[in-house]
């Protein structure tokens, strides 16, 4: 079965960016998704289809995939985007979702 | 505004049955695909089924054969029929709307499956 694979954590400095990736048998073949979890809360989609932004979503988070390897980066990162995040694809050969292990994100 | 709440949840022993239910609400709930996705306690997500609008059905292998989702449009409703339950099945179950390429695009906020004698 298809694996996404995360770093488990992540740590940056605020006002620094963040990158996030995702790595997965060319994954750049398939259309990524990501999501951030903060406590006790559920999910909510940040970046869709590799790199577009749902409403509400600052410009600060976007979203690139190639080759093997997907990247959520977020500009100037604030303490409120201390979260864990997720990514997921659909993979369409065996119609399985498939979501990676999570990244914590730490803020400084 | 879409909303999705679940219901259902509880403590049940292993081997036992549960059926959760997703009352869909601010959109037209048969145009869309629907999920169920689990979190157990302080790990990650993990996809447990999918229905399509033309109610075609999708597992992985950890639960099929145990669970079933099913719809009922004409109520905005989605259900979760779950049996043989394990310890392993305990977790928050969210409902979530699929769009393109079954991103996930809202969530309900949970509802909480314990597995436990």
């Known amino acids: 079965s298809y694996v996404l694979t995360q770093p488990p954590s992540l740590s940056v400095a605020p006002g620094k960016t963040a990158r996030i990736t995702c790595g997965g048998n060319?994954?750049?073949?398939?259309?990524v998704h990501w999501y951030q979890q903060k406590p006790g809360q559920a999910p909510v989609l940040v970046i869709y289809?590799?790199?577009d932004r749902p409403s509400g979503i600052p410009e600060r988070f976007s979203g690139s995939n190639s080759g093997n390897t997907a990247t959520l980066t977020i500009s100037r990162v604030e303490a409120g985007d201390e979260a864990d995040y997720y990514c997921?694809?659909?993979?369409?050969?065996?119609?399985?979702?498939?979501f990676g292990g999570g990244t914590k994100l730490t803020v400084l | 505004e879409v909303q999705l709440v679940e219901s259902g949840g509880g403590l049940v022993q292993p081997g036992g049955s549960l059926r959760l239910s997703c009352a869909a609400s601010?959109?037209?709930?048969?145009?869309?695909?629907m999920h169920w996705v689990r979190q157990a306690i302080g790990k990650g997500l993990e996809w447990v089924s999918a229905i399509g609008t033309a109610d075609d059905t999708y597992y992985p292998g950890s639960v099929k054969g145990r669970f079933t989702i099913s719809r009922e449009n004409a109520k905005n409703s989605l259900y979760l029929q779950m049996n043989n339950l394990r310890a392993g099945d305990t977790a928050v179950y969210y409902c979530v709307r699929a769009g393109d390429d079954w991103n996930f695009d809202y969530w309900g906020q949970g509802t909480l499956v314990t597995v436990s004698s």
């Open positions: 997921q694809v659909w993979d369409s050969s065996s119609d399985y979702v498939v």
């Open positions: 060319n994954i750049g073949g398939k259309s």
């Open positions: 601010g959109f037209t709930f048969s145009s869309y695909d």
């Open positions: 289809h590799d790199s």
